[in-house]
């Protein structure tokens, strides 16, 4: 492990070791401020094209298991750390952190002094990055086009699994692993499709409800299937998580915005605006719905983030559609959201197929 250095647009430079795989990498610096979850943070599609800053001082102390990625191949672009621990103690442990990073390819950088980064990164805003061995501001300037980056992590092939529960299409933008796990729970038989896939391929698989899932990157970029979007929703029992609320929200004319440093952590305080209690959230997004940019007659706003007020959910006056921008499957310690996926699978079994009957 040699000296390596994360190079900032804006001109700053980190010094640390360099960990994982030996090569210069360039991706969004972002930061997280969850205490556990390493192992399904830096296997999150959500991340593709990003560098994680963890804020967690000690990162590896309980290896990595054979259970809970999050995704088969990380997407990640980097790993920026603190402290790295090597001799991680847990009974289910099968690897290192590091023996993690470079198995999947993804450079790293330990020995950091994060604090400052994130305090940097808080001061510019979300800005772009190159670990490498060599200090040179010009490698971080000189990317090229922009890739889509949903397109990197979405499945390309339809899955299925069955079960004895409602059919639920689950539209892959990058889903966590997790997702699945928790429609799987709750009895459903799932079909994954690819993030493109137009209305009338979801028709002919008969669908009870449709899942439009996380993902990474603007959300803008899926502008073109806007249309489809809105067609399917209208059409099915919906619910959209994270990058799906987004996407949701500007196929019924609504916009979105960047946030300057954006929500990633376990413990995003959301208030729940029917009942006036306050949920504690996963969150990992760089993206938000514009407060001005709802329609009030068509959405209600149903969740708000307690720290910037910020729209966390929707739900359609009309049609039986719901959007979260948080994770309601994500458990990192409290599971204040849970709920949210079991009652859509309650409405889908309630609703059965009456309330189509007269299209």
């Known amino acids: 492990m040699g000296t390596g250095y994360l ?7 980190f010094e640390g070791v360099l960990i994982g795989a030996e090569n210069d990498s360039i991706g969004e610096v972002v930061f997280n401020t969850s205490m556990t979850g390493y192992q ?4 999150d599609p959500s991340y593709a094209g990003q560098i994680i ?4 001082p000690i990162i590896g102390n309980y290896g990595i298991n054979a259970m809970d990625d999050e995704s088969i191949t990380p997407s990640l672009s980097g790993v920026i750390i603190g402290d790295l621990c090597e001799i991680p103690s847990h009974y289910q442990s099968i690897y290192k952190f590091s023996e993690k990073l470079k198995s999947a390819g993804v450079p790293g950088l330990a020995g950091v002094d994060t604090r400052l980064l994130v305090k940097t990164i808080r001061s510019h805003g979300t800005v772009n990055g190159v670990i490498s061995a060599n ?15 949903v397109d990197q992590v ?4 339809t899955q299925f699994y069955k079960n004895n ?18 429609l799987l729970a709750e009895n459903c038989a799932v079909t994954i499709v690819p993030y493109h896939t137009p209305y009338e391929k979801i028709k002919a698989l008969n669908p009870d409800g449709v899942l439009f899932s996380n993902g990474p990157g603007d959300p803008m970029d899926l502008s073109r ?20 609320h987004q996407l949701i929200a500007l196929a019924y004319g609504a916009k979105t915005e960047k946030l300057k440093f954006g929500h990633r952590g376990g413990n995003h305080p959301v208030k729940e605006l029917l009942t006036g209690k306050v949920k504690i959230t996963a969150q990992n997004h760089g993206y938000v719905v514009v407060d001005e ?11 708000r983030n307690v720290n910037d007020q910020s729209i966390e959910g929707l739900k359609h006056k009309v049609y039986p559609i719901q959007t979260v921008q948080f994770h309601p499957e994500a458990h990192p310690g409290p599971s204040d959201t849970a709920h949210i996926l079991k009652e859509f699978v309650n409405e889908i079994t309630s609703l059965g197929e009456s309330l189509y009957a007269a299209k």
Do not use: M, R
């Open 7 to 13: 190079t900032l647009e804006t001109g700053e430079v």
């Open 40 to 43: 399904e943070i830096i296997t």
């Open 53 to 56: 800053t963890f804020c967690y």
């Open 135 to 149: 200090p040179d501001v010009k490698k971080v300037t000189t990317q090229g086009k922009k890739p889509l980056w």
């Open 154 to 157: 979405s499945t390309k092939k």
């Open 165 to 182: 529960g409602p059919h639920i299409v689950l539209i892959d933008y990058g889903f966590k692993k997790s997702i699945l796990t928790a």
């Open 225 to 244: 299937w806007f249309p489809e979007i809105k067609k399917i929703s209208q059409n099915y029992p919906t619910l959209g998580i994270c990058l799906g």
């Open 293 to 303: 940019s709802i329609d009030c007659t068509t959405f209600d706003v149903t969740y």
